[in-house]
């Protein structure tokens, strides 16, 4: 067990680098959260242990537990889609959110950040496939929820923007998505809405982090790859 988790590892940053090397980037360009919704405080040790210190969770009650006891040992990412009853128990205890969706939320999430003095790292997440089951926000409303977001959300700052993928056998397929989500990431950018750099892309997950990293992925969110293998 402890030995494959290493090799999984292995293998994926092997991939990391050549997908890097294939795009013309930089390996440091590129972050990993090992996703740890999956497993329990041991493995989340072993990760640890491997180096890799960004740790996602997509709920809290799956998470609290874990949290309790290795909190200072990691930074904690909130990547899933949240509630916001659950805002309270989430900012403060994980300094990054990928799942900014609605001005709801943003309203919720500010006034926690204000209440305890701190800024919230946000993304936004976009629905860039327009599946109705995913979260996220439509695309021809981003402009207008970044305004939004700048004219009143003192305690919250966006880093970029997160999507989900639609699962496709052919890791290829994705590719449309996010390029998409590039391309809406750096017309932001341009607009100047938000007064510092929007520079980060929170997208692939195990399936496809290798098209992600060459469209510019800048936070992968791994799982399944790192835990059971490719
Ligand atoms: C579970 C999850 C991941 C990781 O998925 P894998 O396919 O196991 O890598 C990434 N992002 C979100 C939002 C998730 O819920």
Redesign the pocket.
Known sequence: MHLSLHEHWLEVEKRIKQACKRSNRERSEVNVVA?T??VGIEEVREVLRLGLTHI?E?RWQDAQEKWALLQDQAVWHF??HLQSNKVKDVVGRFPFI??LDRMSLAKEINKKAAASGIQANCFIQINVSGEDTKHGLQPDMLESFAQELTDSMTNIHILGLMT?APHEEDAEATRPVFRELRIMKDKLQKTNIFPYPINHLSMG???DYEVAIEEGSTWL?????IFKGG
Do not use: A, E, T
């Open positions: 996703v919704k999956y996602g997509n990547i899933g990928h799942s989900m997950m195990s399936n969110r791994l799982g399944s790859i």
